[in-house]
């Protein structure tokens, strides 16, 4: 089964830019599509982005779209979070997660319960004023 390992987070002053990687292991990343999520201290977990597996359509929360970009690497097998114009409501734990089907990230993303085949251990970004 595939593990992922996300980096990249930490502290940055509102407007700055942050990159958090997502790394696979066990298994290539090129089958699953990947998805990020985030959750801010006292709040529910929320959809941010995710990348499909084939063609690599992107797809973003109204809350990151025009300053967040997607991307993936299959040769490296990571997948990419790229955070421009950060926002003190950016804060939070981010994670990736897996899945082959693409269809239970947007249930997930939708009803915002269920479950991927396998999440990361997040990586904490703090925007500071």
């Known amino acids: 089964q595939v593990q992922l390992i996300e980096s990249g987070g930490g502290l940055v002053q509102a407007g700055g830019s942050l990159r958090l990687s997502c790394v696979a292991s066990?298994?290539?990343?090129?089958?699953?599509?990947v998805a990020w999520f985030r959750q801010a201290p006292g709040k529910e977990r929320e959809f941010v982005s995710a990348i499909s597996n084939g063609d690599g359509n992107t797809l973003y929360s109204e809350a990151v779209k025009g300053r967040f970009t997607i991307s993936r690497d299959n040769a490296k097998n990571t997948v990419y979070l790229q955070m421009n114009g950060l926002k003190l409501e950016d804060t939070g734990v981010y994670y990736c997660?897996?899945?082959?089907?693409?269809?239970?990230?947007?249930?997930?993303?939708?009803?915002?319960?269920?479950?991927?085949?396998?999440w990361g251990q997040g990586t904490p970004v703090t925007v500071s004023a």
């Open positions: 066990g298994r290539t990343l090129s089958r699953y599509n």
């Open positions: 997660a897996a899945d082959p089907a693409m269809l239970a990230i947007m249930i997930v993303k939708d009803t915002r319960s269920g479950d991927l085949e396998v």
